[in-house]
């Protein structure tokens, strides 16, 4: 059985930082594509950055430059760090391990940026 969670999401002031953690089980971790994907309301899901079973790394444009994506093989973890922060990065943060159409979601981590 797979078992997504995801943690590190908060409040935070726009220019400031946050680390998103997803932690997986239960799937062949270094064989998975993986990927941090939000939801903002009203809005549809959204890529924001990616890294496939080869570790190549995949952004939206918006996030180029302030968000990073990586993995800890070791610790079947995939972190996402995000930097310079906006209130429009508020959003609902999804982990995802397998691709997007066919594979596995975390439950969310709510992500807000506000003054």
């Known amino acids: 059985q797979v078992h997504i969670v995801e943690s590190g999401g908060g409040l935070v002031q726009p220019g400031g930082s946050l680390r998103l953690s997803c932690a997986a089980s239960?799937?062949?971790?270094?064989?998975?594509?993986m990927g941090w994907y939000r939801q903002a309301p009203g809005k549809q899901r959204e890529l924001v950055a990616g890294?496939?079973?080869?570790?190549?790394?995949n952004y939206a444009d918006s996030m180029k430059g302030r968000f990073a994506i990586w993995r800890d093989i070791a610790k079947n973890t995939v972190y996402l760090q995000m930097n310079s922060l906006k209130p429009e990065d508020t959003a609902v943060y999804y982990c995802?391990?397998?691709?997007?159409?066919?594979?596995?979601w975390g439950q969310g981590t709510q992500v807000t940026v506000s003054s």
């Open positions: 995802n391990v397998g691709g997007p159409q066919f594979g596995y």
């Open positions: 890294i496939t079973r080869t570790d190549k790394l």
């Open positions: 239960g799937i062949m971790f270094s064989a998975a594509d």
